[in-house]
Each structure stands twice: as C-alpha cells, then as structure tokens.
C-alpha cells in the first residue's frame, strides 16, 4: 500500500473542508424549511440558529463563517433556502426585508461560536453554552437592530425587542442548550480527551 504524497494528502484535507462546509450550508438550508410563522411577528420560529451554532462549534471560526457566507450566497442567487414566507421572495429581498439582520449575523455569530470552540470551549457543557450564547447572541443583535427598521414606531428597539426577541428568547435557549451537548458528546464519543 503506497502513503499519500504530500499534495495528495492536502488536496485531500481541502476536500474534506469544502465538503463539511457544504454540508453545514445544506443543514442550515433544510433548518430554515422547518419553520412556523407567528402572527405577531415577521420573525419565522426555525431551527436555523443551533445549525449555525453548531456548525460554527465543529468547523472552527473561518470554515463556519465560511458556511453561513455560503448559505447567504445561495440565497442571494435566489435559491429556496431561507424560511418560507408569504410576503418576501427569496433572494436579495429577503436580505434586505425585516429578518434580514437575523441573516446576516449568521456568519459572524458562526465565527465567534467557531473561535470560542478552537479555544476549548466545545469540551465541556457548561462551555459549550457560553459559546453558544455568544453566538446567539450576535444573532439576536444583528437580527433586533435591523428589525427596528421595519416596526412601528420605525427604529423604536422596544417594538424591536417586542417582535423579534421576546418571543423566541426562552424557545431559542432551550434549543441551545440541546445544542450545547453536542460538542462536549462528540469528543466523549469519539475517545478524545480534554
């Protein structure tokens, strides 16, 4: 049996990278289909955060931010794969609409996740919601801050906070914290040690 050369090995490694990026893009795309709009709100209820969490807690701070671009890419183009909605098209519009910012912040909230993982955050559980928090929590800024654009009275946070957070904050912790055992199970499973 002959050992990889060199190249081959790292054309190998660049395969395996752009592969796992493509998969976390596909996820977040199929999260973004289980949705359920609210009357109260422009806000869909998806699973779109714990993919972006997680996948920036197991690809590392460029490879998840990397995702999430890809993912916005996708939908830029007008691939179906942000949340449904009866108002806004997919595309740039969708962007550019009230969850826009919620978009958005998806690959930085992917990297902050990613860069507190690669510094030991993904080994324990308590860590793993820290990070974890952090992340969301750059999701649910970047996400209420543009939405006060678009609420009445316009660019009032408090009508912001009303729609875009309050409603989803506890809904969205609980799923975090599912999340939040995913890393720490992970290295549990596969034998490594902290």
């Known amino acids: 049996m002959s050992r990889l050369s060199t ?9 395996e990278r752009a592969g796992a990026v493509a998969f976390v893009t596909a996820l977040t795309a199929v999260a973004a289909q289980i949705s359920m709009p609210l009357p109260f709100t422009p806000v869909p209820l998806t699973f779109q955060a714990m993919v972006v969490l997680v996948g920036g807690a197991l690809l590392g701070s460029r490879l998840g931010m990397m995702s999430q671009l890809l993912y916005l890419g996708l939908g830029l183009a007008g691939l179906p794969v942000f949340a449904a909605s009866p ?16 978009l ?20 324990r559980y308590f860590t793993s919601v820290v990070a974890m928090t952090c992340g969301l929590a750059v999701i649910f800024t970047g996400g209420v801050l543009w939405l006060a654009r678009f609420v009445e009275p316009t660019g009032a946070l408090a ?20 999340a939040a055992g995913v890393m720490p199970s992970l290295w549990w499973l596969t034998g490594r040690r902290v």
Request: glycine letters at 10%; zero cysteines.
């Open 159 to 178: 009508s912001a906070l009303a729609a875009g957070f309050y409603p989803f904050v506890i809904e969205d912790f609980v799923k975090l914290l599912v």
């Open 7 to 15: 190249s081959d090995s790292r054309t190998l490694r660049i395969a």
């Open 104 to 123: 958005m912040a998806y690959p930085i909230a992917a990297f902050v996740t990613g860069f507190l993982a690669e510094r030991g955050f993904d080994r």
């Open 87 to 102: 108002t806004l098209a997919q595309g740039a519009a969708r962007l550019l609409g009230p969850t826009g910012g919620y």
